[in-house]
């Protein structure tokens, strides 16, 4: 068990290093007024039926976590393939758009974090269509 946590520990710092450089392959799956919804594609890294995925949330307008604006967030997250289910794994707030600008938060999940369904249609669908590569 602690080799399995040593080892998602360093998936999830690889990714969230290789996501904030030009190696990054950030593609957008979906918008609206409010936001913008991508992708790294260069980060999915397939083990069995588990996927694991750098995505980006990109604001149009401030967001508030306390007394600090955040305008994008990425995140790690698993997905599930077979059973259509998704959890997250880590993420980081920044004060400007596309992940640049100052971290203004990070927080991370336990690798034990709560699986939930993917609903089907909507961003969470194509999000799980893009980890495991069913677009």
Same mark, same amino acid.
């Given at each position: 068990?602690?080799? !399995?946590?040593? !080892? ?12 904030? &450089? ?9 918008? &609206?007024?409010?936001? !913008? ?22 604001? +149009? ?13 990425? &995140? ?6 077979? @059973?259509? @289910? ?18 203004? +938060? ?13 609903? +089907? ?12 590569? !069913?677009?």
């Amino acid at each position: 068990m602690r080799m !399995r946590q040593l !080892r998602h520990g360093l998936v999830i710092a690889t990714l969230l290093a290789v996501s904030g &450089n030009a190696l990054a392959q950030w593609v957008m799956i979906g918008r &609206n007024e409010d936001m !913008r919804l991508l992708v790294d594609r260069g980060s999915i890294v397939r083990n069995g039926d588990i996927a694991t995925m750098m995505q980006m949330v990109d604001y +149009t307008s401030a967001q508030w976590i306390g007394s600090k604006v955040i305008m994008s967030v990425r &995140n790690v997250a698993e997905y599930d393939c077979v @059973k259509r @289910k998704t959890r997250a794994v880590a993420g980081v707030a920044y004060s400007e758009q596309l992940g640049r600008g100052v971290e203004v +938060t990070r927080e991370e999940a336990p690798p034990d974090a709560s699986w939930v369904d993917v609903s +089907t249609g909507g961003a969470g669908e194509r999000l799980w269509q893009a980890a495991c590569g !069913r677009e």
